[in-house]
């Protein structure tokens, strides 16, 4: 066997859950490359946005969630930090032009919310506030705490979001060479088993 074939036996394609979504019905406040991007998480069902600073993930991660809602039914939240509630119903209403998503503490307020999308913090889920299987998407915004693989939200976010229907994780580009951490990212986009992933490609990290 060449290096090239060995290679070839450690490749792992995600396999598309999602649906084609015709680019002309993305919200034509998108700019071209958010516009893509969101086409092709649809079409993948559960994704990853690694995109910089200033590209526009806020208003991607509201469009993914309109148009799943939209085409499936049902109701989507976006989890994110405390402090960039704002930013999400400033973009989702302003920039938009739709309804502006309702903060919910719990299951209670996510069933009487008469919104498409809620929104809600990362405790609320952790703690057991929230059932994310309760909707048809989700997203996380400002994903970075998954990165580690022993804390107590990655630990207890995979099983929550397991089955999900849709999902996307939105973050800054992942740093160069750290492999674990798109693997924690691939476990709970149920990409890959964080366990076979390791095993499988049996890697020091540098």
């Known amino acids: 066997?060449?290096?090239?074939?060995?290679?070839?036996?450690?490749?792992?394609?995600?396999?598309?859950?999602?649906?084609?979504?015709?680019?002309?019905?993305?919200?034509?406040?998108?700019?071209?490359?958010?516009?893509?991007?969101?086409?092709?998480?649809?079409?993948?069902?559960?994704?990853a946005l690694f995109e910089s600073f200033g590209l526009g993930k806020t208003i991607q991660e509201i469009e993914f969630c309109h148009q799943i809602v939209m085409e499936k039914g049902g109701k989507a939240m976006i989890v994110m930090p405390l402090g960039v509630k704002q930013e999400f119903t400033h973009d989702a209403v302003k920039i938009l032009g739709y309804e502006k998503p309702i903060y919910v503490r719990n299951m209670d307020e996510v069933r009487a919310a008469d919104t498409e999308i809620v929104i809600t913090n990362y405790e609320r889920v952790r703690d057991g506030d929230i059932e994310p299987g309760y909707f048809t998407a989700t997203s996380l915004d400002e994903a970075s705490v998954l990165r580690s693989f022993g804390s107590d939200t990655y630990q207890k976010f995979l099983p929550k979001f397991k089955d999900v229907p849709y999902k996307i994780v939105a973050t800054a580009t992942p740093s160069p060479n750290k492999y674990k951490e798109l693997i924690h990212y691939a476990g709970y986009l149920e990409v890959m088993d964080t366990g076979q992933a390791l095993t499988l490609f049996d890697f020091m990290e540098g």
Request: aromatic share 8%; net charge positive; no cysteine.
């Open 1 to 47: 066997m060449t290096y090239e074939e060995f290679l070839k036996t450690k490749i792992e394609l995600a396999t598309e859950s999602g649906f084609e979504l015709d680019p002309k019905k993305v919200n034509k406040a998108l700019k071209p490359h958010q516009r893509d991007a969101v086409v092709w998480a649809v079409r993948g069902g559960r994704r």
